[in-house]
């Protein structure tokens, strides 16, 4: 994040969403086509890497709000500041909106806008409210009227769905997902925690030591990862179950060609992220087992187009 921390002494608390689909358009998008597309920022310009996998990301977006919070006793809080929200293409292929917010104590009354834009991506609260408490609200039971960093997600997700460069086809069925995540530095240690609430919504907290020198653009591009990889097995584990049982064989079929040339090869977790954050990594693959699903979904794979292969040869030699 460029911007603004919290006052000296307080605990990192930063809090987000990032909600992951397949790029509305029958192929994967060209490199430059994908810069093209996320280049919505005056004056700024788009990051872009070609390895290990291509991914782009646009500059931050600033949005201001204004809106109430809700603390994990159930009291209330003003929240007034400013939120970053990003967009970023993988391989011309997966699309992410991904929205995060430092939440820091604020005053008891109200300041002018310029305040606010001086501390980019910090939400202030004033009233009786720690920021910890309202993160932990914000994953186990956020009122509708509180702050949606999801809903700012959405809407620049939004924004490149309308793009005239994209055909607006897609080449097999894919739910996009939302992952909504809470991260404190404070304490001793290490905490995580991922949740599968429902088929769309995924929480995850985190908890890391106060000597943990991570920033809050870091802790994004850490659920960025994690939300992208969520949504793989997502994606990838249906299209899977449709082909190995038969079901509409021909569609089945043409979706699991796609997921082979355009998604299986995007499987590489914690790929360029701060060794000081690999612990969240490690106990994913403890716990729920990220990679071990993932191998098991990638042999079923390769043992259907090896059954297939074989009778394809049964029924040649019959026909001889």
Not at 132 to 151: E, Y
Request: with cysteine; glycine share 10%; aromatic share 4%.
């Amino acid at each position: 994040m460029s911007g603004a921390s919290p006052a000296s002494g307080e605990p990192l608390v930063v809090i987000g969403e990032v909600r992951t689909a397949l790029l509305m358009n029958l192929r994967p998008l060209p490199p430059q086509a994908v810069v093209t597309l996320l280049d919505f920022v005056p004056g700024e310009r788009v990051m872009a890497r070609e390895r290990p996998v291509r991914r782009a990301v646009s500059a931050d977006v600033l949005h201001g709000v204004d809106c109430p919070l809700t603390t994990g006793s159930g009291a209330r809080v003003r929240g007034i500041g400013t939120l970053l929200t990003r967009a970023g293409v993988l391989d011309g292929r997966v699309v992410q909106g991904s929205t995060r917010a430092v939440l820091a104590t604020g005053g008891e009354r109200r300041l002018p806008w310029g305040h606010y834009l001086e501390r980019p991506g910090v939400v202030e609260l004033s009233g009786r409210g720690a920021p910890a408490d309202v993160a932990h609200r914000f994953l186990t039971g956020r009122d509708p009227a509180d702050l949606d960093p999801g809903a700012v997600s959405e809407a620049l997700l939004g924004r490149i769905r309308s793009a005239p460069s994209l055909d607006r086809r897609t080449p097999l069925r894919a739910r996009r997902t939302r992952l909504r995540w809470a991260s404190v530095l404070a304490g001793d240690g290490f905490r995580g925690e991922f949740s599968l609430v429902d088929q769309e919504l995924r929480t995850l907290r985190l908890g890391f030591a106060a000597t943990t020198a991570a920033t809050p653009g870091q802790l994004a591009t850490l659920c960025e990862d994690i939300a992208l990889h969520d949504w793989l097995l997502s994606t990838v584990t249906p299209v899977v179950d449709r082909a190995c049982s038969g079901h509409d064989s021909v569609r089945a079929t043409g979706e699991l060609r796609t997921v082979v040339d355009q998604l299986l090869h995007l499987w590489l977790p914690n790929v360029g992220g701060p060794s000081r954050l690999d612990a969240v990594w490690a106990h994913l693959e403890a716990h729920p087992g990220f990679s071990r699903q993932w191998g098991t979904c990638v042999q079923r794979v390769r043992d259907h187009l090896a059954l297939r292969a074989l009778d394809l040869r049964a029924g040649a030699a019959g026909g001889l």
